[in-house]
Nanobody, 126 residues
Framework: QVQLVESGGGLVNSGGSLRLSCAAS????????MGWFRQAPGKEREFVAL????????YYADSVKGRFTISRDNARSTVYLQMNSLKPEDTAVYYC???????????????????WGQGTQVTVSS
């Protein structure tokens, strides 16, 4: 069974930084696009960032562009989300997810991601 385990969440002041990690196992990590999503209380899950298989092309939601950086280490089967200049509106549970199909770009639709981690809470105080 595919496993995705997030870590690195916590409480931080506005303007601070956090680095999330997602350790993957039991699939060919380098062959899949990986995404980060978040869900705030009372809101739908929303796309944050993705990084493709192969060349590692990245794409970000407008709300985090210039502040967040997604990266991957295929040797460690881990995807990261470096979050800088955090704002209170970034407060949410953050999830990593694996694309539905190998060697494809799943885009921003959560429905195109098959496996999800348990989530890690990020809270930004004002």
């Amino acid at each position: 069974q595919v496993q995705l385990v997030e870590s690195g969440g916590g409480l931080v002041n506005s303007g601070g930084s956090l680095r999330l990690s997602c350790a993957a196992s039991l699939f060919s990590f380098s062959s899949y696009t990986m995404g980060w999503f978040r869900q705030a209380p009372g809101k739908e899950r929303e796309f944050v960032a993705l990084i493709s298989w192969g060349p590692g092309n990245t794409y970000y939601a407008d709300s985090v562009k210039g502040r967040f950086t997604i990266s991957r280490d295929n040797a460690r089967s881990t995807v990261y989300l470096q979050m800088n200049s955090l704002k209170p509106e970034d407060t949410a549970v953050y999830y990593c997810a694996r694309a539905m199909t190998a060697t494809s770009i799943s885009g921003v639709d959560p429905g195109r991601y098959t496996y999800w981690g348990q989530g890690t809470q990020v809270t930004v105080s004002s």
